[in-house]
């Protein structure tokens, strides 16, 4: 059996597929750190579905939920990549599509050009008769396109003469805190984990004007960090119970509640996390099936066709640290008190809190953090 791999990164068009996959993996890893980009996996699939038919396209389409005409999936992933690509660029956020194909077989020249016009992914013929040297190629172009955060996603055991193609979707971020926290503040404090444990963390500590607000339907906190010169920001959802957090994010979906600016006394640990899983598993579970048999119909794909999926690998890695604005006379932007803690907003991010980065319109990442 010939096959496909499709490899999803993300470091550091939200729709309810990304939701529904969020909760499967938060669900799936409540014990363990989490980073993850839905929209990554999203693009990845998107891109093989423009070439699935029968009955692997119906349960493509109805897992995505897209509409039956392709040409209008096109149109909308089309219009998305050209605004991120149009956006502003002090905070980096490029994503990324390739496409390595086995040289021995030839891309279908639709399904080329739906990729190429509206996923903006490139193809590149690979030889497979030496596997390590393959393995290197798409290893070096991940390396590339995650600034080295991710250095590996195929071993040369992946490369083997019947594989037809990897799809990679790559998604790296970096941005700076509009309002820096002082490394000299940040401190030794306790982070209390569900099973009611404290482990010692660096706690950075800020004071300043934020968005913020209460959620009684979540029996939550919600802080928004915005990142300079961007439409992006971090926002935090911290439960009131320390062992809250896997209710609230079975119910955060499609969050929208307005939020109100006020002086805020911000503790948060610094963070980081990397995440590998294969979501082959997941995906099956929310009804993508066929696409993992013998039976998979991607014709569209490749000539000679007859091809199925294998493993579906999805690697994250984020880092959360006091880095900010440049300028130190931003510190202190929008502090609107000459006593900063008098009746200031206490957020204490002392227990498992769930946080995504994103802008207006779309979720770039999505994740958790229970334990140091």
């Known amino acids: 059996m010939k096959y496909i791999g499709l490899i999803l990164l993300a470091t550091s068009v939200t729709c309810r597929f990304t939701d529904d996959l969020y909760k499967l993996l938060a669900k799936g890893y409540a014990g363990k750190n ?3 980009s839905p929209l990554s996996v999203d693009i990845a ?6 070439a699935a038919g029968g009955k692997t396209a119906q349960e493509m389409r109805n897992v995505l939920k897209h509409p039956t005409d392709k040409k209008a999936v096109a149109r909308k992933y089309k219009e998305f990549l050209t605004r991120l690509e149009g956006r502003e660029k002090v905070a980096i956020l490029d994503l990324a599509n390739r496409i390595f194909v086995n040289d021995r077989y030839t891309i279908v020249p639709q399904f080329n050009q739906f990729v190429k016009d509206s996923f903006k992914a490139e193809a590149q013929a690979v030889s497979l008769t030496d596997s390590e040297k393959a393995a290197s190629i798409v290893n070096k172009w991940v390396n590339d396109q995650t600034r080295s955060r991710i250095k590996t996603v195929v071993e040369k055991n992946d490369m083997s003469s019947r594989l037809i193609m990897v799809l990679v979707n790559a998604i790296y971020f970096k941005g700076q805190w509009q309002y820096e926290f002082d490394p000299k503040r940040t401190k030794v404090g306790d982070f209390r984990s569900a099973d009611r444990n404290t482990v010692p963390v660096q ?30 920001s971090m926002v935090i959802f911290l439960p009131e119970k320390v062992d809250g957090l896997p209710e609230l994010e079975q ?23 990397e995440f590998s899983s294969e979501l082959k598993g997941i995906l099956a579970t929310m009804g993508i099936q066929d696409a993992f048999t013998g039976g998979a119909d991607f014709r569209g794909l490749v000539k000679p066709s007859g091809a199925s999926i294998t493993k579906v690998t ?13 300028a130190a006379a931003v510190t202190g932007a929008g502090i609107v008190s000459r006593c900063p803690t008098c009746n200031a907003f206490r957020f204490n991010v002392d227990h498992p809190f769930a946080y995504v980065i994103r802008d207006e319109d779309t979720i770039y990442f999505q994740g958790h953090f229970v334990k140091p």
Do not use: C, W
Not at 314 to 326: R, S
């Open 203 to 232: 706690m950075m500590s800020l004071v300043g004007t934020f968005r913020v607000g209460l959620i009684p339907d979540l029996d939550a906190k919600v802080i928004e960090l915005p990142y300079r010169n961007s439409s992006l």
């Open 314 to 326: 999805h690697k994250a890695f984020i880092e959360v640290n006091e880095e900010g604005a440049e």
């Open 34 to 36: 989490l980073i993850s």
């Open 45 to 50: 699939l998107s891109m093989v579905y423009m």
């Open 251 to 273: 119910k955060i979906a499609g969050f929208s509640q307005k939020l109100n600016s006020r002086v805020v006394q911000l503790r948060m640990p610094k963070f980081k996390i």
